[in-house]
């Protein structure tokens, strides 16, 4: 058990650039999570997908952000023509399939930066 | 939009002192969960209290839950230099939920 991984750790982009984050969940998590972070603030969610289908969306998740995880593995959140409102930390976290309530296992997130 | 509200929001005591986190949050919930998250880094979780759970203890955490009230709180006792971070509480609305709805946290600073 490797962890949440993400990549990259960092990220300075000047405004109008795409951007794509990658995460790998721990290998046996079939759900996976994007939140975002501003300094100061709680995490806020994204976007979550159960194997390879996004079930929710927050309508924070603009017409600009599109997530993806395709063989229901790692997966990818991209961010087009960026804007400065873009920085924050982004956060990716994959729980268990078990039954209950099993708790969000994060990553270390990647912090964009817009200039 | 955050539900939880945690108060204070920063705390500063010495080592070897207890520190106690509040949440407040507005909807009916399933479960209050409360994070950990040093600087620069992910979230930890620490405990997870359900509705129905008026109280939980695991180490030197004890967390509480009032649901009239709608408010939790968390006291880590006996704090220690390594226990400085944020602490962030997060609720989920319904069994199973895959959405958690964070707080804007408390900073807490343990002094040597």
């Known amino acids: 058990d490797t962890g949440v991984s993400q990549d990259p750790r960092h990220k300075i982009t000047k405004r109008g650039q795409n951007v794509t984050f990658r995460c790998d969940p721990i290998?046996?998590?079939?759900?996976l999570y994007w939140y975002r972070q501003t300094l100061g603030q709680g995490p806020e969610f994204l976007t979550y997908?159960?194997?390879?289908?996004?079930?929710?969306k927050s309508r924070l998740l603009s017409d600009r952000f599109s997530a993806e995880r395709p063989k229901g593995s790692f997966s990818t959140l991209e961010i087009q023509r960026t804007e400065q409102g873009d920085s924050a930390m982004y956060l990716c976290?994959?729980?268990?399939?078990?039954?209950?309530?099993?708790?969000?296992?994060f990553g270390n997130g990647t912090r964009l930066t817009v200039t | 939009s955050q539900q939880g509200e945690e108060d204070p929001q920063a705390l500063s005591i010495q080592e070897g002192e207890n520190a106690t986190m509040n949440c407040s949050y507005k909807t009916s919930i399933n479960n209050l969960q409360w994070y950990r998250q040093n600087s620069g880094r992910g979230l930890v979780h620490l405990i997870l209290?359900?509705?129905?759970?008026r109280e939980k203890h695991s180490g030197r955490l004890r967390v509480t839950l009032d649901t009239s009230k709608k408010s939790s709180s968390l006291l880590i006792t006996a704090s220690r230099a390594a226990d400085t971070a944020s602490y962030f509480c997060a609720t989920a609305r319904i069994q199973g939920a895959q959405k958690l709805v964070f707080g804007q946290g408390t900073r807490l600073t343990i002094n040597p």
């Open positions: 290998s046996e998590h079939n759900r």
């Open positions: 997908f159960q194997n390879e289908a996004q079930l929710e």
């Open positions: 209290i359900r509705s129905n759970e």
């Open positions: 976290a994959s729980s268990p399939p078990t039954g209950g309530d099993s708790p969000l296992h």
